[in-house]
């Protein structure tokens, strides 16, 4: 069962993730799946900002504010969340509620 991100949403790179800087993108590994995604530098950009700390609101206002300042913010907006949605999906993030510290990948 995949879990479905909101704006409150917490999220935190999975410890089962190897990450490798490749020349024009980077290359994460995860090795409970053994599965290779590559992501482009930007991309990468908005997965190292789930820290555990951040919600998907704050990680989307930080990649407007760095990456995005000409783009129309709706656009964007359902542009990182789809990627964000897409890693949890691939158990490269996890998910946790706006409480810290409850982890709802295994609930």
Do not use: W
């Amino acid at each position: 069962m995949n879990n479905i991100i909101n704006n409150n949403s917490i999220l935190l790179k999975s410890s089962s993730v190897v990450v490798r800087k490749e020349t024009n993108h980077y290359l994460l590994y995860n090795v409970s799946s053994d599965e290779l995604h590559l992501i482009p530098l930007n991309s990468y950009f908005i997965y190292e900002l789930c820290n555990g700390f951040l919600t998907v609101n704050e990680i989307e206002n930080l990649a407007l504010d760095n990456f995005f300042r000409n783009e129309n913010n709706d656009n964007v907006n359902s542009a990182i969340r789809e990627f964000l949605q897409n890693l949890v999906n691939r158990k490269l993030l996890e998910v946790y509620d706006n409480v810290v510290g409850i982890n709802n990948n295994n609930i």
